[in-house]
Nanobody, 126 residues
């Protein structure tokens, strides 16, 4: 079964850290860029971070630069999002997504991502 499964979400106080993981399975992910998006209640889903297949190219939402780090382990078919200095406004459901188009620079547009996980809740209390 082709799927992405996120884990690592939870409740944390402002200033704390969480590490999200996204395990990919069911097909080859060779060449695929991976990304994290998030959706807060009542808001549209937004791009957070993306990483190319090689890991050489990363893109971040401005508001998370310097706090979040995206990385990947291709041998394990897993993508990570290390989130530090969390703020209440980071509260959302976080989704992992895959883009199989072999783009050189990872995309930030939702419509360019073909496969999505079910999401994991991140709640940051003030």
């Amino acid at each position: 079964q082709v799927q992405l499964v996120e884990s690592g979400g939870g409740l944390v106080q402002a200033g704390g850290s969480l590490r999200l993981s996204c395990a990919a399975s069911g097909r080859t992910y060779s060449g695929a860029a991976m990304a994290w998006f998030r959706q807060a209640p009542g808001k549209e889903r937004e791009f957070v971070a993306a990483i190319s297949w090689s890991g050489d190219d990363v893109v971040y939402l401005d508001s998370v630069k310097g706090r979040f780090t995206i990385s990947r382990d291709n041998a394990k078919n897993t993508v990570y999002l290390q989130m530090n200095s969390l703020k209440p406004e980071d509260t959302a459901v976080y989704y992992c997504a895959a883009d199989f188009s072999r783009r050189i620079i990872p995309a930030t547009l939702i419509i360019l991502y073909e496969l999505w996980g079910q999401g994991t809740q991140v709640t940051v209390s003030s």
